[in-house]
Protein backbone atom coordinates (compact mmCIF):
# COMPACT_ATOMS: atom_id res chain seq x y z
CA UNK A 1 0.00 0.00 0.00
CA UNK A 2 1.24 3.28 -1.17
CA UNK A 3 0.95 6.17 1.72
CA UNK A 4 0.49 9.31 1.71
CA UNK A 5 2.17 11.79 4.58
CA UNK A 6 1.26 15.83 4.29
CA UNK A 7 4.19 17.57 6.19
CA UNK A 8 2.57 20.37 8.63
CA UNK A 9 5.54 22.10 8.06
CA UNK A 10 3.55 24.03 5.28
CA UNK A 11 0.47 24.01 7.32
CA UNK A 12 -0.89 27.32 9.34
CA UNK A 13 -0.14 26.53 12.99
CA UNK A 14 -2.57 29.24 14.14
CA UNK A 15 -5.28 26.49 12.82
CA UNK A 16 -3.31 23.33 13.42
CA UNK A 17 -6.44 21.30 14.28
CA UNK A 18 -8.13 22.05 11.53
CA UNK A 19 -5.65 21.70 8.79
CA UNK A 20 -5.22 18.49 10.07
CA UNK A 21 -8.53 17.20 9.70
CA UNK A 22 -8.68 18.45 6.37
CA UNK A 23 -6.21 16.41 5.29
CA UNK A 24 -7.63 13.46 7.04
CA UNK A 25 -11.02 14.12 4.74
CA UNK A 26 -8.67 13.75 2.05
CA UNK A 27 -7.13 10.68 3.06
CA UNK A 28 -4.01 11.13 4.50
CA UNK A 29 -2.37 8.25 6.14
CA UNK A 30 0.36 9.46 8.20
CA UNK A 31 1.10 13.16 9.52
CA UNK A 32 4.79 14.01 9.30
CA UNK A 33 6.57 16.45 11.04
CA UNK A 34 9.81 18.08 9.79
CA UNK A 35 12.13 19.37 12.77
CA UNK A 36 15.00 21.34 11.97
CA UNK A 37 17.55 23.08 14.56
CA UNK A 38 19.30 25.61 12.50
CA UNK A 39 22.30 23.73 12.48
CA UNK A 40 22.51 20.48 11.01
CA UNK A 41 20.17 22.62 8.29
CA UNK A 42 19.69 25.95 7.69
CA UNK A 43 16.08 26.57 9.59
CA UNK A 44 14.69 26.47 12.24
CA UNK A 45 11.10 24.69 12.83
CA UNK A 46 9.81 22.82 15.73
CA UNK A 47 10.16 20.66 18.94
CA UNK A 48 7.85 18.05 21.02
CA UNK A 49 5.52 20.87 22.33
CA UNK A 50 4.11 20.78 18.53
CA UNK A 51 4.81 17.36 18.19
CA UNK A 52 2.35 16.45 20.99
CA UNK A 53 -0.57 19.16 19.87
CA UNK A 54 -0.29 17.73 16.46
CA UNK A 55 -0.95 14.02 18.59
CA UNK A 56 -3.63 15.87 20.34
CA UNK A 57 -5.58 16.64 16.74
CA UNK A 58 -5.50 13.50 14.92
CA UNK A 59 -5.48 9.49 15.27
CA UNK A 60 -3.06 9.25 12.36
CA UNK A 61 0.97 7.93 12.72
CA UNK A 62 3.04 10.60 13.39
CA UNK A 63 6.25 10.79 10.91
CA UNK A 64 8.82 12.75 12.76
CA UNK A 65 11.58 13.34 10.77
CA UNK A 66 14.69 15.42 12.85
CA UNK A 67 17.03 17.17 10.86
CA UNK A 68 19.14 17.86 13.76
CA UNK A 69 22.42 17.30 15.62
CA UNK A 70 22.89 14.87 18.24
CA UNK A 71 19.74 13.39 17.62
CA UNK A 72 19.81 10.58 20.32
CA UNK A 73 19.51 13.19 23.23
CA UNK A 74 16.02 14.12 21.53
CA UNK A 75 14.91 10.46 20.76
CA UNK A 76 12.67 9.77 24.25
CA UNK A 77 11.10 13.42 24.32
CA UNK A 78 9.82 13.36 20.67
CA UNK A 79 8.81 9.94 21.14
CA UNK A 80 6.93 10.70 24.30
CA UNK A 81 5.50 13.75 22.27
CA UNK A 82 3.40 10.87 20.43
CA UNK A 83 5.93 9.98 17.11
CA UNK A 84 5.16 6.23 16.17
CA UNK A 85 7.90 6.93 13.94
CA UNK A 86 11.57 8.49 14.05
CA UNK A 87 13.88 9.30 11.32
CA UNK A 88 17.00 10.45 11.40
CA UNK A 89 20.07 11.80 9.11
CA UNK A 90 23.14 9.06 8.22
CA UNK A 91 24.96 12.40 7.64
CA UNK A 92 23.95 13.57 11.04
CA UNK A 93 24.23 10.40 13.35
CA UNK A 94 27.86 8.49 14.54
CA UNK A 95 26.73 5.36 15.50
CA UNK A 96 23.79 4.96 13.47
CA UNK A 97 22.78 1.39 14.63
CA UNK A 98 22.65 1.76 17.82
CA UNK A 99 20.48 5.11 17.36
CA UNK A 100 18.47 2.95 15.35
CA UNK A 101 18.32 0.58 17.92
CA UNK A 102 17.39 2.99 20.72
CA UNK A 103 14.59 3.82 18.88
CA UNK A 104 13.19 0.91 18.57
CA UNK A 105 13.69 0.11 22.45
CA UNK A 106 11.93 3.40 23.00
CA UNK A 107 8.70 1.76 21.14
CA UNK A 108 8.80 3.86 17.57
CA UNK A 109 9.99 2.73 14.28
CA UNK A 110 13.08 3.80 13.17
CA UNK A 111 14.08 5.41 10.45
CA UNK A 112 16.84 6.99 8.38
CA UNK A 113 17.55 9.51 5.79
CA UNK A 114 19.63 10.22 3.36
CA UNK A 115 20.62 14.06 1.42
CA UNK A 116 20.29 14.30 -2.18
CA UNK A 117 23.80 13.80 -2.26
CA UNK A 118 24.68 11.45 -0.33
CA UNK A 119 24.87 7.75 -2.35
CA UNK A 120 22.50 4.87 -1.54
CA UNK A 121 25.49 2.18 -1.25
CA UNK A 122 26.29 3.89 2.18
CA UNK A 123 23.28 2.29 3.90
CA UNK A 124 24.16 -1.44 2.64
CA UNK A 125 25.23 -2.06 6.38
CA UNK A 126 21.92 -0.60 7.91
CA UNK A 127 18.93 -0.30 6.04
CA UNK A 128 17.66 -3.79 7.15
CA UNK A 129 17.49 -2.99 10.32
CA UNK A 130 15.43 -0.01 9.79
CA UNK A 131 11.42 0.36 9.41
CA UNK A 132 11.58 3.02 6.79
CA UNK A 133 14.27 4.62 4.53
CA UNK A 134 13.75 8.29 3.44
CA UNK A 135 15.27 10.00 0.18
CA UNK A 136 15.15 13.58 0.18
CA UNK A 137 14.71 15.20 -3.38
CA UNK A 138 15.54 18.13 -2.28
CA UNK A 139 18.60 20.12 0.16
CA UNK A 140 16.88 19.81 3.23
CA UNK A 141 15.71 22.91 5.43
CA UNK A 142 12.85 24.47 3.44
CA UNK A 143 9.85 23.89 2.03
CA UNK A 144 8.55 24.88 -1.11
CA UNK A 145 11.34 23.73 -3.44
CA UNK A 146 12.01 22.08 -6.88
CA UNK A 147 12.60 18.42 -7.05
CA UNK A 148 15.77 16.78 -7.85
CA UNK A 149 15.05 14.52 -10.30
CA UNK A 150 17.78 12.18 -9.70
CA UNK A 151 16.25 11.27 -6.40
CA UNK A 152 14.47 8.97 -9.09
CA UNK A 153 17.24 6.92 -9.83
CA UNK A 154 18.47 6.74 -6.04
CA UNK A 155 15.00 5.34 -5.41
CA UNK A 156 15.36 2.95 -7.99
CA UNK A 157 18.66 2.02 -6.16
CA UNK A 158 16.79 1.37 -3.14
CA UNK A 159 14.61 -0.81 -4.36
CA UNK A 160 17.21 -3.29 -5.35
CA UNK A 161 19.12 -2.92 -2.67
CA UNK A 162 16.20 -3.66 -0.25
CA UNK A 163 15.79 -7.00 -2.45
CA UNK A 164 19.43 -8.04 -2.08
CA UNK A 165 19.27 -7.86 1.56
CA UNK A 166 15.72 -9.48 1.52
CA UNK A 167 14.40 -6.73 3.85
CA UNK A 168 10.91 -5.01 4.44
CA UNK A 169 11.42 -1.26 4.94
CA UNK A 170 9.35 1.32 3.59
CA UNK A 171 10.95 3.60 1.09
CA UNK A 172 9.98 7.56 1.77
CA UNK A 173 10.88 10.32 -0.78
CA UNK A 174 10.31 13.94 1.17
CA UNK A 175 10.57 17.35 -1.22
CA UNK A 176 9.18 18.77 -4.49
CA UNK A 177 6.37 16.45 -4.19
CA UNK A 178 3.58 17.63 -6.40
CA UNK A 179 1.23 16.31 -9.11
CA UNK A 180 3.45 16.90 -11.77
CA UNK A 181 6.00 14.52 -10.03
CA UNK A 182 4.45 12.04 -7.59
CA UNK A 183 3.48 9.69 -10.08
CA UNK A 184 7.11 8.89 -11.27
CA UNK A 185 8.18 8.61 -8.15
CA UNK A 186 5.43 6.06 -7.80
CA UNK A 187 6.41 4.22 -10.70
CA UNK A 188 9.99 4.01 -8.74
CA UNK A 189 9.42 2.50 -6.41
CA UNK A 190 7.96 4.74 -3.16
CA UNK A 191 6.01 3.57 -0.77
CA UNK A 192 5.27 6.73 1.34
CA UNK A 193 5.09 10.56 -0.14
CA UNK A 194 5.79 13.41 2.33
CA UNK A 195 4.04 16.83 0.75
CA UNK A 196 3.86 20.25 2.04
CA UNK A 197 2.97 23.27 -0.02
CA UNK A 198 1.01 20.71 -2.71
CA UNK A 199 -1.48 20.04 0.05
CA UNK A 200 -1.16 23.35 2.41
CA UNK A 201 -0.68 25.88 0.00
CA UNK A 202 -3.83 24.86 -2.03
CA UNK A 203 -7.34 26.62 -2.30
CA UNK A 204 -8.84 22.81 -0.87
CA UNK A 205 -6.44 21.20 1.08
CA UNK A 206 -8.75 18.01 1.46
CA UNK A 207 -9.03 17.94 -2.29
CA UNK A 208 -4.93 18.42 -3.04
CA UNK A 209 -5.19 15.52 -0.65
CA UNK A 210 -6.93 13.20 -2.09
CA UNK A 211 -5.83 13.96 -5.82
CA UNK A 212 -1.84 13.29 -4.53
CA UNK A 213 -3.31 10.02 -3.30
CA UNK A 214 -5.19 9.14 -6.40
CA UNK A 215 -1.87 10.22 -8.52
CA UNK A 216 0.21 7.11 -6.47
CA UNK A 217 -2.50 4.67 -6.76
CA UNK A 218 -3.15 5.38 -10.49
Known amino acids: MKLI ?27 HCDIMDGHFVPNITFGPILVRAAKICT ?3 LDVHLMIENADDYLEEFIKAGANYITVHQEAVIHLNRTVNRIKELGAKAGICINPSTPVETLKY ?5 DLILIMSVNPGFGGQS ?20 ANFLIEIDGGMSKETIGDAAKAGVDVFVAGSAIFNSDNISASTAELKFLIHD
Do not use: M
Open 59 to 61: HLP
Open 5 to 31: APSILAADFTNLSQQIRNVEIGGADWI
Open 147 to 166: FISNSLKKVRELVKLRDELK
Open 126 to 130: TAEYA
